[in-house]
């Protein structure tokens, strides 16, 4: 028990000298690191309660998403069947489906054939991602199945994790984490950023940006009442007033190659936008038929403006005005360079730390870690004298330790994380105790000094293993149930159940198997 | 040197002796953490009902009143207020928007912070939290979960490494805590946040540590003393386990005394929490869990009888 060959002892130090090392880059931070030529080791990241920042959880509709792949169904539908010259009558998407009639029963079958080579199928199971089936003879209904959904949901996330990202990296803030959480939620969290109106802003809007013609034939009271004509729809401005406009899509934001914040005639901030050859194109044919004719540009399905078509926009470059702010105006370019979110998001938790609370409990947490260790620290030394030290020195190891394994796992302190350092050295000096008050025990019954320490050890190794377990549970639990502070709290806690035993243990009885092979004393004071 | 000795050698306290009274104790106390939370409920923050909670910073303590009166003022919903350890610093307390979007809360997080700047120019704000009513209910849920789990988890440990009596008795004592815990926050009305739900996960794991050291203690002597009592086993545990209990109990007391006082206000309610939850832990070990093990009629067996499973135990060498 006591034996510790040379390859051990020399393995020990080893790994305690690395730990300590690891430890040092994030003790000094970035600035010091990089000037000591190890900028290139793993650092602690601060937590965004410590560095001050913005988290926003951000939940996707998902029945909009459904929504969509119907109306984008829905099409592909009419024009195949119009492809097919299979005659079909008025489709309907309510109720969550696709139903159309086919006017001549003969041609049912070739519907369902046509329509069924729309599906497309799904992972390894070969599931279909819409079911196409016949009612009443001749009404085909196509319904989008479980797996389909979750599919679609699926697609539109990615998307829309990655539209996310662009958009604040377009904002130049420094380190986003921009993850995917659950099916339909996606966390934003920027560090060092205090101004999350702006920030949401800019990651809430769609940026479906549209051009359509204004429907000149329409009916102004019947508008007013939200009816427009067949291939017309009814619109919004921003104040509310209501337009109607053609649905054909004369050019969309999926077109376009830039979009930059400048300036009107009026000197009043603008979006200019460049569209690509094929949308330019598109938008001088359009605009040379419709000159005199005023177009709506849409964003999000409210209209900015509608302005007349003087001549025809050949350039494939055009002006969208609106009642922009110069920030505003910014945040919408960004928007639409990125291009749409294929979902649209929703705020559902924010949590903004500013970066003065964080300095604040940085130096709040350093003071009282110090403290509660010096405390502990003293504490440990006079009531257990030179075993005391051992595990004094155990436990200033261990805070390295558990430093240098979060750097390496590159993990996040938070303040959470702080207090859970503070009771991992609380609790890290229990297993010291456990074994100085075994050994004490041990003598007291009359065992001599190698077999008081042996023994000590050994009874108190079992006692030990079972007690970190069990609070290594409840580490574990909340690591797994957990969120934000939670977490971070338990991955201290579990490095610090893991590591302490290492330094506790392992390391406290080289030292103690060293003093008394090298003093060989004959009472021991503990 | 002499050392420090908190417990002097083989003392002996009649632990077992002040089992009635210490159960009188701990029903009466038990009672009041149930009518405490059953009639005052739980201050639960924004994390646990949703709404919107704005951290201002003052440069001397503000007249609530006067707070109160400007953001009532606004017509947004009753503010709750509430002041840390340090009077300067105030919690302000909204419920989310009815139907609100994203525009919504950011207006009246500005309205907010714009009606207190402009009565108290000199305030700064720290941290704004806004969950929307799902997501709190979720935090709810899995709040809930973890803390059940974990105490279920653990008292499975407890009957697989040892006898079922352990795991039983562990898991009583647990609920104890976990209670206790509650009823104290009940009592103080100090907010009940996330933050508060790891410190209960922290608790329940502290505790259980405890009384694994003096479960495993008495299993040891069941096995060494097979023909004594079941009370004179449990005295001589934790008599024995007395000097560590001591010794651990006052070392995290160190430092969560530390995190408490210079630990910042945000970590104050974590720190309480847990500070309570080392003293209740400690008290449950010896009067609510090792006390249950006689009273489920755990004894120790006689070495006519080996036992199957103990076997199968890792068995504490005797003697050297």
Known sequence: MLDFPRWKRVWICFVLACGVLLAIPSLIGETQAKRFGVGFLPRINLGLDLSGGSHILLEADTADVTKARLAAMEDTIKSEMRRNEIEIGETSTANGRLTFFVRNVAQVDAAVDKARAQTHGIGATGQRDWDVTVVDSNRVVLTPTKAGIDAFINEAMTGAVDVVRKRIDAMGTREPTIVRQGSDRILVEVPGFDNPAQLKALIGKTAKLEFKLVDMEADQAQVAQGRAPVGSQVLHYENG???????????????????????????????????????????????????????????????????????????????????????????????????????????????????QLGADSIRAGVLASSIAAVGI?????????????????????????ILAVMAIFNGTLTLPGIAGFVLTIGTAVDANVLINERIREERRRGRNVVQSVELGYKEASRTIFEANATH?????????????PIKGFAVVLLIGIATSVFTAVTFTRMMVAGYIRRCRPTDLNI | MRLLKLIPDNTNIGFVRLRGWAFGLTALLTVIAVIAVAARGLNFGVDFVGGLSIEARFDRPPPLDQLRTEIDRLGIGSASLQQFGDKRIVSIRLPVPKGADEGATNAEVKNVQNTVKAAFPAVTFGKTDTVSGKV???????????????????????????????????????????????????????????????????????????KIVIDDRIRENMRKYRQMDMRGIIDMSVNETLPRTVMTSLTILIALTALLVFGGHVLRGLSLAMILGVVVGTYSSIYVSSSLLISLGLKPQPLAAPKVKASAERMPTEGL
């Open chain 2, 136 to 210: 709190s209910e979720e935090l709810t849920f899995w709040g809930i979960v973890a803390v059940l789990l974990a105490v279920f988890a653990i008292a499975m440990f407890g009957w697989v490494r040892f006898e079922w009596q352990f795991g039983l008795s562990t898991f009583v004592a647990i609920m104890h805590d976990v209670l206790m815990t509650l009823g104290f926050f009940a009592v103080t009305q100090l907010e009940f946040d996330l933050t508060i739900v790891a410190a209960v996960l922290t608790i329940v794991g502290y505790s259980i540590n405890d």
């Open chain 1, 377 to 401: 620290i003293l504490f440990m030394l006079v009531t257990y004298g030179r075993y005391g030290v051992y595990a004094d020195i155990a436990v200033v190891l261990n805070i390295f330790i």
């Open chain 1, 472 to 484: 290594a549970i409840s580490g574990i639990v909340m690591l797994l149930m957990g969120t934000g």
């Open chain 1, 241 to 355: 007033a209501p337009i109607a406009v053609q649905r054909r899509v004369i050019i969309s934001g999926t077109q376009l190659t830039k979009a930059q914040q400048a300036y009107g005639q009026n000197n009043d901030p603008t979006v200019s936008i460049t569209f690509n050859g094929e949308g330019a194109r598109r938008f001088g044919r359009v605009t040379q038929d419709n000159v005199g004719k005023p177009f709506a540009i849409i964003l999000d399905n409210v209209v900015l403006s509608a302005p007349r078509i003087n001549e025809p926009i050949l350039g494939g470059s055009a002006q969208i005005s609106g009642n922009f702010t110069v920030e505003s105006a910014q945040s919408l370019a960004i928007a639409l360079q990125s291009g749409a979110l294929p979902v649209a998001l929703k705020v559902v938790e924010e949590r903004t730390v500013g970066p």
